[in-house]
T-cell receptor, first 115, second 111 residues
Framework: DTAVSQTPKYLVTQMGNDKSIKCEQNLGHDTMYWYKQDSKKFLKIMFSYNNKELIINETVPNRFSPKSPDKAHLNLHINSLELGDSAVYFC??????????????FGNGTRLTVT | RKEVEQDPGPFNVPEGATVAFNCTYSNSASQSFFWYRQDCRKEPKLLMSVYSSGNEDGRFTAQLNRASQYISLLIRDSKLSDSATYLCVVSSTDSWGKLQFGAGTQVVVTP
């Protein structure tokens, strides 16, 4: 009965590789997000999709490409991985973004290590 | 200047004591405010939303001061299980869906 699930939980890979992280939510939310939490613990939004439509695209290298096949799924594909991409990536979902009665629900994170 | 700033701590609190800390935000158009809790190597989880008049949830009390642009969190009768990082989260109507996170305040409750 996991609400927001993302896989894999750990990902160790070499520079230059391409990898994907998958996310699925069963909460019936319209909006999904990808956040990056770096070593300094700052959570920064990367992308947000509402009903499969991209609504937020922060200054993220175009090596990162989100894909939302339906509103319950938001995957993240990363090309040509770099050392600086090492971080924890969190998927999240919500109803109406930013409203008091619409908090974010996070997945348990994917810890990406690029060697 | 960061949009959301927090004292990183750590706040070392004896069990049973009260601890309080603030979070300041720079965007006066900010409309929604939240406190999230993040345990080590875990995902953030909503602790409570912050309402204009302030609100309480058990041992936790949140306040909003729009004039000075800060929110606060007070924890009474601290438990060992309250040890975590508390993230301040702010959203504004002019950034649809973009919640701004603070870097967090670490609280360590000691026996």
């Amino acid at each position: 009965d996991t609400a927001v699930s993302q896989t894999p939980k750990y990902l160790v890979t070499q520079m230059g590789n391409d990898k994907s992280i998958k996310c699925e939510q069963n909460l019936g939310h319209d909006t999904m997000y990808w956040y990056k939490q770096d070593s300094k613990k700052f959570l920064k939004i990367m992308f947000s999709y509402n009903n499969k439509e991209l609504i937020i695209n922060e200054t993220v290298p175009n090596r990162f490409s989100p894909k939302s096949p339906d509103k319950a799924h938001l995957n993240l594909h990363i090309n040509s991985l770099e050392l600086g991409d090492s971080a924890v990536y969190f998927c999240a979902s919500s109803h109406t973004p930013g409203q008091l009665n619409s908090p974010l629900h996070f997945g348990n994170g994917t810890r990406l290590t690029v060697t | 200047r960061k949009e959301v700033e927090q004292d990183p701590g750590p706040f070392n609190v004896p069990e049973g004591a009260t601890v309080a800390f603030n979070c300041t935000y720079s965007n006066s158009a900010s409309q929604s405010f939240f406190w999230y809790r993040q345990d080590c190597r875990k995902e953030p989880k909503l602790l409570m939303s912050v309402y204009s008049s302030g609100n309480e949830d058990g041992r936790f009390t949140a306040q909003l001061n729009r004039a000075s642009q800060y929110i606060s969190l007070l924890i009474r009768d601290s438990k060992l299980s309250d040890s975590a990082t508390y993230l301040c989260v702010v959203s504004s109507t002019d950034s649809w869906g973009k919640l701004q996170f603070g870097a967090g305040t670490q609280v360590v409750v000691t026996p």
